[in-house]
Every structure is written in structure tokens, then in C-alpha cells.
């Protein structure tokens, strides 16, 4: 069954259906109101777009010729997008509280990058395993308190990617238990955070379950080909995002 799916489920295609997810979610959130059934549907079957973009992170990580620049395309891409993401999602810029997921990708390749060169070269055992840790929990601290888009749930499901790639129901079963898990935690904190006393567990759960949908995709990620598919220019790859927000500002902003 395996290899009957996988050779249908290729690069392309699931950056396609990552591209039309955010599409219908970023253009859906404005159009419906917060709340209504059209809403929630969008937002329950829109859920995976982050997904697939760690997943395609941790692989670029172990698959590109320089990690350097391939970060750095990526740092570049989150920069260019923050102002369409502030714009769009905030209504100015600039604007500090939330920063776009393409910063949220680059913290976890970095972290994955940091940590395999101190693999590389740092021979003592002890200080490799105190740097990795210290580089991983000062990044994620980073993450937390810069806001980026999903937060540690993102960074930690992008290092279940890369760390367990070679066993991929163990990867599968984790990210899915990390999605929901994680994101309510999260919530929980930034109340914490915000000093806001509604903490309960009704609150976890209720966000938990908001982005318990999105690991439907991960069937189709254990499926995965490992194929290419159809080439995809790189500019499309890391312009659609930017571009596509900057035309629903500019849509909604005519509308409006």
C-alpha cells in the first residue's frame, strides 16, 4: 500500500496542497466570521500548512548542498514577509507581537544546524551534550519570547522531523501527539505569561483541539515518496508566501 501512495505523494504535491491551505485559511480567516461554521471549516481543514513546512524543512536540512545558505534564504524570505505578515495579520507596521512562521522555520534549522556541529566537532561527550542542550533551550527561549508563529510547538515538531527521520512511524506518532500537547501547553504559559488567571484545563484542551486537524497530513508525510515530482522553481517556493500575503493586504485593503 505504501509504495502503491507514495509514488503520488512527491515534493510538489504536497507543496502544492500546503500553498492552497494557506490560501483558504489567510483569505478565509477575514471573509468569515470568527466563530460561524464557514469558519471552523476552513480552519479545521487548513491545519497541516505548518506541518508540511517543517517536515520539508528538516529534509532541506539534510538534503541541501549549504545549510548556510539555505538558511539564510530562509531568514531572508521571513524578513521580506514580516511586513506583509504585520500589515496583513495586524494591521501595522511594524508590530512586535507575532512574528511570521518563516522565522519560526529558520530558529529550528538553526538549532538542527548548531547542533550538528557540535556533533562534528566537539570530541568530549559532556561538553558536546551541555552546548547542545544550552544552544537548543536559549533558541527556543528566543523563539518563546519573540513570539514567532507557533512557538515551541513548531520548533519541536520541526526537530521530531530531522531527529527521527530514519523512523518514520515513531516521527509520525510523535509529532501527532506534540501537535495538540504542545499548542494547548503553550497557551496555557502565554496566559501565564500575560497574567491572565484563565488557566484551566478546559482552556488546553479547547486549544488543543484547535490544531488537532492538522496531523491528518501525516499519513500522507509516512507515505512520502521521496521524490521531487514536477520542478518547482525556487522562487515560487520561497516567494509564495510573502507574495500571497502581500496580495490579500492589498485585496482586503481595496474591500475594506
Not at 551534550?129 to 527556543?140: C, E, G, K, N, Y
Not at 507557533?150 to 510523535?174: S, T
Amino acid at each position: 500500500m505504501k509504495n502503491n501512495i507514495g509514488k503520488y505523494i512527491t515534493a510538489y504535491n504536497l507543496r502544492i496542497l500546503s500553498f492552497i491551505a494557506m490560501l483558504i485559511n489567510h483569505f478565509g480567516t477575514f471573509l468569515f466570521q470568527y466563530g460561524s461554521t464557514m469558519f471552523k471549516l476552513q480552519s479545521f481543514i487548513t491545519r497541516f500548512a505548518f506541518i508540511i513546512f517543517s517536515f520539508f524543512l528538516a529534509e532541506g536540512m539534510v538534503y541541501t548542498h549549504n545549510r548556510l545558505k539555505y538558511l539564510g534564504r530562509i531568514l531572508l524570505t521571513a524578513i521580506i514577509s514580516e511586513f506583509f505578515y504585520d500589515l496583513h495579520f495586524m494591521g501595522s507596521m511594524p508590530n512586535w507581537q507575532g512574528q511570521n512562521v518563516c522565522f519560526t522555520l529558520f530558529i529550528g534549522g538553526l538549532i538542527i544546524y548548531l547542533n550538528d556541529l557540535c556533533k562534528e566537532r566537539v570530541n568530549s561527550r559532556i561538553l558536546r551534550t551541555f552546548l547542545q542542550v544550552s544552544i537548543t533551550t536559549a533558541l527556543i527561549y528566543i523563539s518563546s519570547i519573540t513570539l514567532v508563529d507557533y512557538g515551541i510547538m513548531g520548533i519541536a515538531i520541526i526537530l521530531e522531523f530531522y531527529y527521527l527521520r530514519n523512523r518514520k512511524l515513531l516521527m509520525v506518532i510523535c509529532v501527532a501527539l506534540t501537535v495538540p500537547l504542545l499548542w494547548g501547553l503553550q497557551v496555557c504559559l502565554y496566559n501565564v505569561y500575560a497574567n491572565n488567571p484563565d488557566i484551566s484545563l478546559s482552556l488546553f484542551i479547547r486549544n488543543a483541539k484547535t490544531e488537532l486537524p492538522g496531523i491528518i497530513i501525516l499519513p500522507f508525510l509516512y507515505c512520502y515518496s521521496g521524490e521531487t515530482g514536477k520542478k518547482m522553481p525556487k522562487w515560487v517556493i520561497y516567494g509564495f508566501y510573502p507574495i500571497h500575503l502581500c496580495v490579500a493586504w492589498l485585496i482586503f485593503k481595496v474591500i475594506s
